[in-house]
Antibody
Framework: EVQLLESGGGLVQPGGSLRLSCTAS????????MSWVRQAPGKGLEWVSGISGSGGDIYYADSVKGRFTISRDSPKNTLYLQMNSLRAEDTAVYYC?????????????WGQGTLVTVSS | QSALTQPASVSGSPGQSITMSCTGT?????????VSWYQQHPGKAPKLMLYDVSNRPSGVSNRFSGSKSGNTASLTISGLQAEDEADYYC???????????FGGGTKLTVL
């Protein structure tokens, strides 16, 4: 059974940093691309960042480019999202999602999400 | 890049069928068959309902079906049930610098 467990969310001041983690189980982690998708309170889904199974291809939404860094540690079956220079508009539930393939096309399994609140 | 366009809301009575649309461009929905649909109940994570336009993951009811014509994809739910009431999001692969786009979501109300 595929399981994705996010952690690392919390309250942070504007301009601050936070690192999210997503621990995966139930599949061969290194074979699949992974993404972070966020959802601001009462809003829709926004794809944030993705990384191929090999880690060689990395993508970011324009809204986070230059501030967020995605990475993966295959031996630890863990996906990360380093978030710097956080803004109020980054407040959202952040979901970790597994892709159907080794490249980014379709998120098939999702974690339960971790809430990030950026506020003074 | 703009999100895919979905109607804000649709509604139907139990037993009826409804269809909701997802409109993109020739760079995303119109160019690739990597169109997917997600169901999200309040406070829950999204759940994949359809992938590659019309394929259902194991365990998803065959009351859910999908199609695509040009730059518009559609999700049809037949035999509406109360448990179908949720938000539905479409998604597409895109050739632009961000490989995945989501729609703004459609709230389905079962009357």
């Amino acid at each position: 059974e595929v399981q994705l467990l996010e952690s690392g969310g919390g309250l942070v001041q504007p301009g601050g940093s936070l690192r999210l983690s997503c621990t995966a189980s139930g599949f061969t982690f290194s074979s699949y691309a992974m993404s972070w998708v966020r959802q601001a309170p009462g809003k829709g889904l926004e794809w944030v960042s993705g990384i191929s199974g090999s880690g060689g291809d990395i993508y970011y939404a324009d809204s986070v480019k230059g501030r967020f860094t995605i990475s993966r540690d295959s031996p630890k079956n863990t996906l990360y999202l380093q978030m710097n220079s956080l803004r109020a508009e980054d407040t959202a539930v952040y979901y970790c999602a597994k892709d159907r393939w080794g490249t980014i096309t379709t998120c098939d399994y999702w974690g339960q999400g971790t809430l990030v609140t950026v506020s003074s | 890049q703009s999100a895919l366009t979905q109607p804000a809301s649709v509604s139907g009575s139990p037993g009826q069928s409804i269809t909701m649309s997802c409109t993109g461009t020739s760079s995303d929905v119109g160019a690739y068959n990597y169109v997917s649909w997600y169901q999200q109940h309040p406070g829950k994570a999204p759940k994949l309902m359809l992938y590659d336009v019309s394929n259902r993951p194991s365990g998803v009811s065959n009351r859910f079906s999908g199609s695509k014509s040009g730059n518009t994809a559609s999700l049809t739910i037949s035999g509406l049930q109360a448990e179908d009431e949720a938000d539905y999001y479409c998604s597409s692969y895109t050739s632009n610098n961000t490989p995945v786009l989501f729609g703004g979501g459609t709230k389905l109300t079962v009357l």
